[in-house]
């Protein structure tokens, strides 16, 4: 019984602090190229917001996508480029079957 009112207990907590983590993620649009560049680089994998609800996990080599998943060129809007490369995305298909 105890264990049933701890795991409710741990998920109400979890979704209680989920707007909270979501408010708090870094946006590429509030950085520069450079800084949203050297977060990627510097973390090796990293969740960022990329303008209003948008957000994605960025890594800085294909080889920390999960296996089965493939790296592709990620670009998004900073405060002063609108199609900065900071890295790689992890997609389900490799790029030159999308082409």
Do not use: H, W
Request: glycine fraction near 10%; charge should be positive; proline fraction near 5%.
């Amino acid at each position: 019984m105890k264990t049933a009112f701890g795991a409710m207990l741990a998920a109400t907590a979890l979704i209680a602090a989920t707007p909270a983590l979501a408010r708090d993620r870094a946006s590429t649009t509030a950085m520069t190229c450079k800084a949203a560049n050297d977060l990627v680089t510097r973390r090796g994998a990293v969740v960022l917001g990329s303008g209003g609800s948008s957000y994605d996990r960025y890594v800085r080599s294909e080889t920390l996508c999960p296996t089965g998943l493939y790296g592709r060129a990620a670009f998004v809007p900073t405060r002063d480029n609108p199609q900065c490369y900071i890295g790689y995305y992890c997609s389900g298909m490799p790029e030159f079957f999308e082409r």
